[in-house]
């Protein structure tokens, strides 16, 4: 079983700044794709941000030069930094995870299992008033 617990969601004027967090949890061998999408109300879920491993982002084109996206594969962490907020941001924000199940062996070390998920967060609202 993974899971993934966002935080970071609130309510902020446009122009500020917001920290999403989301943290990857349970019977991880290894997390190769990790990173944010968005729903704004009434229309489809979309990219944000998402990083591999090998530290390459893919990023919306209305975000590049707002959001950084960070990652520290130490903790199956995943941050997205928002700055330069515009109402048009206003969405819920779900984390997504590329994530290969594993199970512990006796020295506590996870090793290859499978299968691979895709794996979503519950989400975490952002509101940008203007």
């Known amino acids: 079983q993974v899971q993934l617990v966002e935080s970071g969601g609130a309510l902020v004027q446009a122009g500020g700044s917001l920290r999403l967090s989301c943290a990857a949890s349970?019977?991880?061998?290894?997390?190769?794709?990790m990173g944010w999408y968005r729903q704004a109300p009434g229309r489809q879920r979309e990219l944000v941000a998402i990083?591999?491993?090998?530290?390459?982002?893919n990023a919306a084109d209305s975000v590049k030069g707002r959001f950084t996206l960070d990652r520290d594969n130490a903790k199956n962490t995943v941050y997205l930094q928002m700055s330069r907020l515009k109402p048009e941001d206003t969405g819920v924000y779900y984390c997504?995870?590329?994530?290969?199940?594993?199970?512990?062996?006796?020295?506590?070390?996870?090793?290859?299992?499978?299968?691979?998920?895709?794996?979503w967060g519950q989400g975490t609202l952002v509101t940008v008033s203007s």
């Open positions: 349970g019977t991880i061998f290894s997390i190769s794709t």
């Open positions: 997504y995870a590329e994530v290969t199940a594993g199970a512990r062996d006796y020295s506590g070390e996870y090793y290859y299992t499978g299968p691979d998920l895709r794996v």
């Open positions: 990083m591999n491993t090998g530290g390459t982002t």
